[in-house]
């Protein structure tokens, strides 16, 4: 099936530093990534969809300056988080669809727990 | 807008019994309809689906849901709950545009009990 690699799983870093996490869709062609962000106990809050080639599509009240998204590859998004503070820590996760299958679930990577001190 | 809802934060039922959790959604058009669980500090993996066809949609590991148009819901279900599908489960809706995002609910934790 349908795998999405996620690296790393966890971070621990200081504040002010930059984060880079790499969501990699293994077996397949990616045009499209998302990236969520999960509060313990909370659902999944969908921060940006990620085009292969182009800008990333910012969901309302996420800063595009603070969460660069990278799309370079049809097998490779990345995300930074520019300048990190304790507020930031939290649970990323990266998502990825089949291309051209517009019906098909999406597949997950396993989560990188992001926590800045 | 697309939305949906899971009414419950947590489901308790005793290993062997039925379980059901639930989930209504809103949506504009004709609903794509997910079932995703996650365990701790995981991502989510995929149970079931709705596209079109038949209401009710079997998945993995003996979960099943049915689609109820009227009612506006996609309550999962399974016959008889193991102590190992205790975990968080979450209802998805997508609308049938190509590139757009699964939008999730909010998760009910299952906790089946030996």
């Known amino acids: 099936g349908a795998v999405v690699s996620q690296h790393p799983s966890r971070v621990i870093c200081k504040s002010g530093t930059s984060v880079k996490i790499e969501c990699r869709s293994l077996?397949?062609?990616?045009?499209?990534m998302f990236w969520y962000r999960q509060f313990p106990k909370k659902s999944l809050m969908l921060m940006a969809t990620?085009?292969?080639?182009?800008?990333?599509?910012?969901e309302q009240g996420v800063e595009k300056d603070k969460f660069l998204i990278n799309h370079a590859s049809l097998t490779l998004s990345t995300l930074t988080v520019t300048s990190a503070h304790p507020e930031d820590s939290s649970f990323y996760i990266c998502s990825a669809r089949v291309q051209g299958y517009s019906n098909q679930p999406q597949h997950f990577g396993d989560g990188t727990r992001l926590s800045i001190l | 807008a697309q939305s949906v809802a899971q009414p419950e934060d947590q489901v308790n039922v005793a290993e062997g019994n039925p379980l059901t959790v639930k989930c209504t959604y809103s949506?504009?058009?004709?609903?794509?309809l997910f079932w995703y669980v996650q365990y701790p500090n995981r991502g989510l993996q995929f149970l079931l689906k709705y596209i079109t066809g038949d209401n009710l949609v079997k998945g993995s590991y003996g979960f099943e849901a049915e689609f109820n148009k009227s009612q506006t819901s996609f309550h999962l279900k399974k016959p008889s709950a193991l102590v190992s599908d205790s975990a968080l489960y979450f209802c998805a809706v997508r609308g049938n545009q190509a590139g757009t995002a699964l939008i999730f609910g909010k998760g009910t934790t299952l906790s089946v009990s030996s």
């Open positions: 077996d397949f062609q990616a045009t499209t």
């Open positions: 990620s085009n292969e080639g182009s800008k990333a599509t910012y």
């Open positions: 949506v504009s058009g004709n609903p794509y």
